[in-house]
């Protein structure tokens, strides 16, 4: 079966390998030591990443870049 039409919701979603998981190293935590490694899903090391939480790996940096997901990371530019 064909889809008809294209879903309004369609043109923001990101397809992703989402059992993919990265291994990510704390560098700011509250539920965490600092230094704790540990393993997440792309969307969640986007949201650490942003959040200051981890800082970015190649490897992670490679995932973002195959599925398109580099508008998600908000630069903060240090003062």
């Known amino acids: 079966m064909k889809r008809g039409k294209v879903n309004k ?4 979603s990101y397809h992703f390998e989402p059992s993919d998981v990265y291994e990510v190293t704390y560098i700011k935590a509250k539920h965490h030591e600092i230094g704790d490694k540990d393993y997440v899903s792309l969307p969640v090391a986007i ?3 942003n959040d200051g939480k981890i800082a970015s790996t190649p490897e ?10 580099s508008d998600l990371i908000k630069i903060k530019s240090k003062k």
Do not use: R, S, V
Not at 9 to 12: H, I, T
Not at 60 to 69: H, P, Q, R, T, V
């Open 60 to 69: 992670i940096e490679e995932a973002i870049l195959k599925y398109g997901m």
């Open 47 to 49: 949201m650490f990443i």
């Open 9 to 12: 919701n369609d043109a923001k």
